[in-house]
């Protein structure tokens, strides 16, 4: 491949931060021809993060350890970690593998992006481990091919986001703390996306209109379309909706959820919350912690 730098290999890369995003808004303004829908979002990195560590195979073996897997619990076969790895191996032609070790922290099923931005972590982590460096261009079109979401955290910074996820122009935002809550249950992505009740017509926004509510008050613009449909297949999220109310804030599902949260007060004491909710305070980055790899 003429256009691959290589260079010499590492032998591991350890503590690679894979940060979690939150959707400020998420408008669903059409659907394509091929089924998939058309979106405007602000995506938004903050500091609750996966930690991946990456040790050099010359044997061409691709592996992953879960290190947070209890005894008995089946490792996941193929997930977007592992697949990152074998498209950038194939994409590359290298003939070099890696063991893959994941602190996993960010929930599934919350719509906070954990397995996409383990991905795009992966493919950073393993251009430096095997020496290796694709074209920006086609490392954004390999990280597409494994989700909508990928190529947002090789951006590195928030980012107003449109088409399919694949259109992002990077953007600042106002320092702010947030409260996010994921509880037990989880959805599937695809139930609210098939769902014959899902507004799939908003009004185009513009990035000059979000930017226009400064002082911190774009973090009340819009709202998420997929919230509505998602609130009737969830009502733990309900409750957790109904809870941050009860605090004096303004909650927001993040995706296709479950997960909330609301922008919070510096200075707030939170309350007690139900035992079976993941109830974390977050900042937002100032950059993805990978900026420049």
């Known amino acids: 491949?003429?256009?691959?730098?290589?260079?010499?290999?590492?032998?591991?890369?350890?503590?690679?931060?894979?940060?979690?995003?939150?959707?400020?808004?998420?408008?669903?303004?059409?659907?394509?021809?091929?089924?998939?829908?058309?979106?405007?979002?602000?995506?938004?990195?903050?500091?609750w993060c996966d930690t991946l560590?990456?040790?050099?195979?010359?044997?061409?073996?691709?592996?992953?350890?879960?290190?947070?897997?209890?005894?008995?619990?089946?490792l996941p076969a193929e997930d977007l970690s592992v697949r990152a790895a074998r498209a950038l191996q194939a994409a590359t032609g290298t003939t070099l593998g890696v063991h893959i070790?994941?602190?996993?922290?960010?929930?599934?099923?919350?719509?906070?992006?954990?397995?996409?931005?383990?991905?795009?972590s992966c493919l950073l982590a393993l251009q430096r481990l095997w020496g290796l460096r694709l074209p920006p261009a086609k490392l954004m079109a390999l990280a597409l091919s494994l989700g909508a979401d990928v190529p947002f955290f090789?951006?590195?910074?928030?980012?107003?986001?449109?088409g399919i996820g694949e259109l992002i122009t990077p953007i600042t935002l106002p320092a702010a703390r947030f409260l996010v809550i994921k509880p037990a249950a989880g959805l599937s992505t695809q139930a609210?996306?098939?769902?014959?009740?899902?507004?799939?017509?908003?009004?185009?926004?513009?990035m000059l209109g979000f930017?226009?509510?400064?002082?911190?008050?774009v973090y009340g613009f819009?709202?998420?379309?997929?919230?509505?449909?998602?609130?009737?297949?969830?009502?733990?999220?309900?409750?957790?909706?109904?809870?941050?109310?009860?605090?004096?804030?303004?909650?927001?599902?993040?995706g296709s959820g479950s997960a909330v949260f609301a922008?919070?007060?510096?200075?707030?004491?939170?309350?007690?919350?139900?035992?079976?909710?993941q109830i974390r305070q977050c900042g937002n980055l100032e950059a993805h912690p990978l900026a420049g790899w």
């Open 211 to 217: 930017a226009a509510n400064d002082n911190g008050r």
């Open 53 to 74: 560590h990456f040790e050099l195979r010359r044997d061409g073996v691709i592996s992953r350890t879960d290190l947070g897997m209890t005894v008995n619990q089946d």
């Open 1 to 47: 491949m003429s256009d691959l730098t290589v260079r010499a290999p590492l032998k591991a890369l350890y503590d690679v931060p894979a940060p979690a995003k939150l959707n400020l808004f998420l408008h669903i303004t059409g659907r394509r021809a091929d089924a998939y829908h058309l979106l405007q979002s602000v995506f938004m990195l903050i500091d």
């Open 263 to 277: 922008q919070m007060p510096n200075e707030m004491m939170v309350s007690d919350a139900p035992g079976d909710w």
């Open 101 to 120: 070790s994941l602190e996993k922290r960010i929930p599934s099923q919350a719509g906070m992006g954990g397995g996409s931005s383990d991905a795009a």
């Open 192 to 206: 609210i996306f098939s769902s014959p009740e899902l507004k799939r017509d908003t009004k185009t926004a513009t």
């Open 154 to 162: 090789l951006c590195g910074s928030h980012a107003w986001v449109e």
């Open 222 to 254: 819009g709202r998420n379309d997929l919230q509505p449909v998602a609130e009737k297949l969830c009502p733990p999220m309900v409750q957790s909706l109904n809870w941050l109310t009860e605090q004096g804030l303004q909650g927001r599902m993040t």
